[in-house]
């Protein structure tokens, strides 16, 4: 298997703009994350998937940003409008199962508004 | 917070020393695990350690738990330039989802220990 696989690796947008990051787990893992990534602040887990279903969503920082899972094979993760406070770099996750399981991290896309 | 805090923050060493990275964490955990990122990569997974066990080791790798002081170790023997990284602790934890009744289980992460190996 490829792992994880993150699009774009880097993003570069102004301020107001729409960004849209995209995500393609190991095929025939339950879970899905997201996380932040910043030097301030750390790993941060934003929301998490089971089965295509959000289970968590509480560290989505607010309403600018949104997160979809289609299918099995697809997520993306959505800011609206986009602002500096934003820029960061953006992990996509996945895991066989939940519980006592490793997380399997992609590439990652770094994010960048200006 | 459930979060574990690594120590020391930045460690720099020969090639060839040992290096040892602690864990402090604050509530009780089901396992812990270490992680290991290279600059500009993602994470990637070491070991993971369970509640119930002191110590595991894995190559070069060695792993301990002490869930009486909350801490764990991670020691890497005969270190080498590849060895350079952040490296992360994780514990676990179920926490409720505000107005659902269901619990959220999730790994947080650690700031991490930023290891230099010279050569």
């Known amino acids: 298997d490829a792992g994880v696989i993150q699009s774009p690796r880097h993003e570069v947008t102004e301020m107001g703009q729409e960004v849209t990051l995209r995500c393609k787990p190991i095929?025939?893992?339950?879970?899905l994350f997201w996380y932040r990534q910043t030097m301030m602040r750390g790993l941060e887990l934003l929301i998490y998937?089971?089965?295509?279903?959000?289970?968590?969503d509480s560290g989505m920082p607010e309403d600018r940003f949104s997160a979809k899972m289609p299918n099995a094979s697809f997520s993306t993760l959505k800011i609206q409008p986009s602002e500096p406070r934003d820029s960061a770099v953006y992990f996509c996750?996945?895991?066989?199962?939940?519980?006592?399981?490793?997380?399997?991290f992609g590439p990652g896309t770094r994010l960048t508004v200006t | 917070s459930q979060q574990g805090e690594e120590d020391p923050q930045a460690l720099s060493i020969q090639e060839g020393e040992n290096a040892t990275m602690n864990c402090s964490y604050k509530?009780?955990?089901?396992?812990l695990q270490w992680y290991r990122q290279n600059s500009g990569r993602g994470l990637v997974h070491l070991i993971l350690?369970?509640?119930?066990?002191r110590e595991k080791h894995s190559g070069r790798l060695r792993v301990t738990l002490d869930t009486s002081k909350k801490s764990s170790s991670l020691l890497i023997t005969a270190s080498r330039a590849a060895d350079t990284a952040s490296y992360f602790c994780?514990?676990?934890?179920?926490?409720?989802?505000?107005?659902?009744?269901?619990?959220?289980?999730?790994?947080?992460f650690g700031k991490g220990t930023k290891l230099s190996v010279i050569p």
């Open positions: 350690i369970r509640s119930n066990e």
């Open positions: 994780a514990t676990d934890a179920t926490v409720p989802i505000e107005d659902s009744g269901a619990g959220s289980y999730q790994l947080t």
């Open positions: 509530t009780s955990i089901n396992n």
């Open positions: 998937f089971n089965n295509n279903v959000p289970i968590d």
């Open positions: 996750a996945s895991s066989l199962r939940q519980k006592d399981y490793e997380q399997y």
């Open positions: 095929s025939g893992h339950d879970y």
